[in-house]
């Protein structure tokens, strides 16, 4: 999303807003990404801040997707905070965590009434609070062998990820979909929670879903039990990294 926002705001016409009634920033048009830069300014007032934000929010929620990527865009330096503080210590996938942060701000920019103070303060904490239900969701991030402080990965060589998840699905490992599923998201970069809207399901049963498939096919990985895979001699079958 911020390279998204990057590239909005490049090249000969960046993306702008009007600023010249607002009496803590420069008159005339400024690019977004300057003016995400002086709302985090102390010396830009509420008042300048408020404005700002009800002008994006209006502008995202009349179905302009260009406004929407930029009122994430705006956002992302308090976005990155938030996913910081709720992915520290975490075993899970910080992905994970980046989608739901993502889903969490753009459910909260299309139902938030543009006329409310401290809109950006609102639609990070929606998007902080959505993030830490998949933190405390209670599905086991990894499993972790007891002998090792950190769980370990597959004995390399263990073939490009592409083959691999061919491999397993041709193993009865795991199905198409969940190959479908890892390759999207943990190799092509799609966010989690964009795949589980195109599969039509919540974006915290998407990840149980990658997970419980991830860790059958580290476990067969870790047995040497897929085809062309070789196999760590001092790996625990039964351990998952």
């Known amino acids: 999303m911020d390279s998204a926002f990057g590239l909005l705001c490049a090249g000969p016409r960046p993306l702008s807003l009007d600023t010249t009634e607002e009496p803590d920033l420069p008159d005339g048009p400024v690019p977004l990404v300057r003016l995400r ?133 041709r193993a009865g490992v795991i199905t198409a979909a969940e190959a479908d599923l890892i390759g999207r998201t943990r190799l092509g970069g799609e966010p989690i929670a964009v795949r589980a809207a195109a599969l039509g399901v919540a974006t915290h049963a998407a990840i149980m879903r990658r997970r419980r498939a991830e860790y059958r096919l580290v476990a067969q990985i870790r047995a040497g039990r897929i085809d062309g895979l070789l196999r760590d001699p001092d790996a625990d079958p039964a351990g998952v990294g």
């Open 37 to 169: 830069r002086l709302l985090l300014d102390p010396a830009t007032g509420r008042q300048s801040r408020d404005a700002v934000w009800r002008r994006l929010v209006v502008h995202a929620q009349s179905g302009q997707p260009e406004w929407v990527i930029a009122a994430a865009g705006m956002a992302m330096p308090s976005l990155r905070r938030a996913a910081g503080r709720i992915a520290f210590r975490w075993h899970g996938d910080a992905a994970d965590i980046d989608a739901e942060l993502l889903t969490g701000f753009l459910t909260a920019l299309r139902r938030v009434d543009p006329d409310l103070p401290r809109l950006c303060q609102r639609l990070c904490r929606a998007a902080a609070s959505a993030a830490r239900r998949v933190r405390h969701a209670g599905v086991p991030a990894v499993a972790l062998h007891g002998d090792y402080p950190e769980s370990q990965a597959p004995h390399r060589p263990y073939g490009h990820p592409d083959l691999v998840l061919g491999r397993a699905v």
